[in-house]
């Protein structure tokens, strides 16, 4: 089965799939290791390294308020443009930790740098688990220092192993792009299931191309890419405290993609499927999620279609309609209405997987069984046209089930 | 056990409660009747009469962009500071049914003055019930007149059996308040088990008094307690199209309510402690809780305190964590940060039931059996500083449960 298994995701003719066991792209050893971090005894360090000194990176991280305490440490202490390492633990999200979290941060980055012979500002450092628990810096040390010693070219599993918390599926890939100058490799690891829970779970992707990419390309590729894929997701619309992507490319591959060149376009289009196809994932692999949907919005000002459309998504009410496959669609009404609250009476119109439901805000007559065959697939599509049509967006979400309040109610730190 | 459960609204002075089977405050009547829109045969249509042609009344509906049928004709074809009848009825929201549901709405309206003997511009409208279904108006002209045929200073019994959908507590009450100019009466009806739930809920509430009061009065008092009570409270986040709130003050009481003046300040005390109270117990009455709670956050900047404790009250993990009894305090700090994402980390002091748990961002050590005792009562109090003082707001929700999941996915239209 492919990779790209969403019908929301059209792999692009320059992308071919490589198998799961692939050397990691030109220039780039991974490891994971048992540093004691999980109570399972599961693997929970991991190290990336790129051997170019001439790599160029990008960063994205969390936007919120308070943000871990390794967030801010590669935030404000990282040459972000010139990462070679990454430093990743699960297990301990060292969030809501303060000044010693920082510091604590700040020594297991001086660590990985050490071990990896390179400068602490070329080394970023992420972390997911528990929020308000201080990070045991012992065991993260000594995980450094057994991951070091397993560093190869073959290592993204044991690396995608050591970030995983409750991800019920792989989210990883290996691809090769044909571009005009030759073929470029890009591989991903990434984990999340839901947005964030303290307990469990938070968003990482760590990117590796052997690309040669100049910093300002990778930068604006990689922010574009991120912005249609994981700020497009919510499973219960809480935004992480520890959200990180990291994309490195190290030119080892020998082809360079120029800025505005047909090249870059196919290489965008592939990263652009990669992150997208992952963010799906994390999506369908949200805590207690039964199912997936779109929501996409159209309408005169892209304030209020982006209102809308996270209204719908975060909406226990859809998303308990989701779970039940119930063609509920008053609900969606309700949900922009509430979104678009104080203003004009706003006559919408509703489609769901191509039938439509709602015009004008009046409810239409449709085929009833065919709906209601419709909403229980695997993937369910929504459609609001608002007034005018300059604006549009889309949110991918999943739905809010039994699992979901078990795993979150029944399971205390 | 008094109307007054809540540790969160204490009983002003002059407040006296009288037995619910009281009769209405003077100059009002009010009844109800079957009209067959309920499949379970219940009461579905309500009347309520103010029989002073002085009447003055004050109004507030729901802000959504997508109003209810009834709600467009009470905004826009009523009088809406001398309204002297309210039709109600169940079973039916009469939302999203477009011009036709506006012409269903404007009928019942004409049919409720004409059985009323009073222009249509004095007679509310008010729905409640499933979304995007055609009101069955020849069943509401017939309830009508069997409600009027029953028209009595004791009908508010009768009145709250037929406005109330799946509410599992009755909400009303029967209040004298002491002044110095005499006794005033207001009783109240008051209806709701969820912000909204298309298969079921809406809120609404129905004010009487016999207080003789001015319209500005009136306005002023009803908009600033509504404010207090029913626009600080959250079942699921999700606002309705249908919410009514309506106060009728007759006047035959013969006590008048001077503006500014001492009685001016007990009578909106009484005022404010009656809908604060109905407001908790539609909250305690969501659909599926288990336990309630308030979230107070102080700050420099009104936007934010009021952002945040939104979503801390709208957040599905901490609502899952208040469900199991679970102090699971990083999901506060994770709510307020994703809240107030985009800006400056915020350090924030957080408190559950007295206890600090959280200093700046950062952990504190505190009493773990205490607070775990602490967040297993009926009602639990979180606070949340953040930086500055000038601001203040709160919000009172209740917790995300099994129930809730199984009240709006199982059971579809």
New interface residues.
């Given amino acids: 089965m492919s990779f790209f298994a969403s019908r929301w995701v059209p792999v692009p003719d320059a992308v071919r799939e490589l198998p799961l066991d692939t050397k990691l792209p030109a220039g780039f050893r991974a490891a994971g290791a048992v540093a004691g971090l999980k109570p399972s005894g599961k693997p929970d360090v991991a190290l990336l390294v790129c051997d170019s000194p001439e790599a160029v990176s990008a960063v994205r991280l969390?936007?919120?308020?308070?943000?871990a305490a390794p967030v801010?440490i590669t935030d404000e202490r990282t040459a972000k443009h010139a990462l070679r390492g990454v430093l990743v633990n699960s297990g301990c999200a060292n969030?809501?930790?303060?000044?010693?979290?920082v510091e604590d941060a700040a020594k297991c980055q001086g660590a990985a740098a050490a071990a990896l012979s390179m400068g602490p500002e070329h080394v970023a450092v992420a972390s997911t688990g528990?929020?308000?628990?201080?990070l045991p810096v012992d065991l993260v040390l000594k995980g450094i220092l057994a991951a070091r010693a397993g560093l190869s070219p073959d290592g993204a599993g044991a690396m995608q192993a050591a970030i995983e918390t409750t991800d019920r599926s792989t989210k990883r890939a290996e691809l090769a792009v044909e571009l005009a100058g030759g073929t470029v490799r890009i591989a991903a690891q990434c984990k999340g299931a839901g947005m964030?829970?303290?307990?469990f779970a938070t968003m990482l992707c760590f990117v590796e191309t052997d690309a040669l990419l100049d910093t300002a390309t990778a930068d604006l590729l990689f922010g574009v890419c991120v912005r249609r894929s994981f700020d497009r997701i919510s499973v219960?619309?809480?935004?992480?405290?520890n959200d990180t992507a990291i994309l490195i490319a190290s030119g080892l591959g020998g082809v360079r993609i120029e800025p505005e060149s047909a090249d870059e376009r196919l290489f965008g289009e592939a990263l652009d499927a990669l992150l997208r196809q992952l963010a799906l994932m994390i999506v369908a692999d949200g805590e207690g999620a039964a199912r997936i949907a779109r929501v996409h919005v159209t309408g005169g000002v892209q304030e209020d279609v982006e209102a809308a459309a996270r209204a719908v998504a975060?909406?226990?009410?859809v998303k308990?309609?989701l779970?039940?496959g119930?063609?509920?669609?008053?609900?969606i009404?309700?949900?922009?209405?509430?979104?678009?609250?104080?203003?004009?009476?706003?006559p919408?119109d509703v489609w769901i997987e191509g039938i439509q439901v709602?015009a004008?805000?009046?409810?239409l007559d449709y085929d009833e069984p065919e709906l209601a065959a419709a909403v229980t697939r695997d993937e369910v599509e929504y459609r609001i046209a608002l007034p005018g049509e300059q604006a549009e967006t889309e949110v991918f979400f999943s739905?809010?089930?039994?699992d979901?309040?078990?795993l979150?109610?029944?399971y205390?730190?």
Same sequence: chains 1, 2.
């Avoid at 975060?314 to 009410?317: A, D, E, W």
């Avoid at 009404?333 to 706003?346: D, F, P």
């Avoid at 004008?360 to 409810?363: S, T, V």
């Avoid at 739905?399 to 039994?402: E, I, Q, V, Y």
């Fill in positions: 969390t936007a919120t308020a308070a943000p801010l969030a809501a930790t303060g000044r010693r979290g528990a929020i308000a628990h201080s964030i829970s303290p307990n219960d619309g809480q935004l992480s405290t975060n909406s226990p009410l308990t309609a779970n039940g119930d063609p509920n669609w008053g609900r009404v309700q949900a922009v209405g509430g979104a678009l609250a104080g203003g004009a009476v706003l919408m709602c004008g805000g009046a409810a739905d809010l089930s039994h979901y309040v078990t979150n109610a029944e205390t730190t």
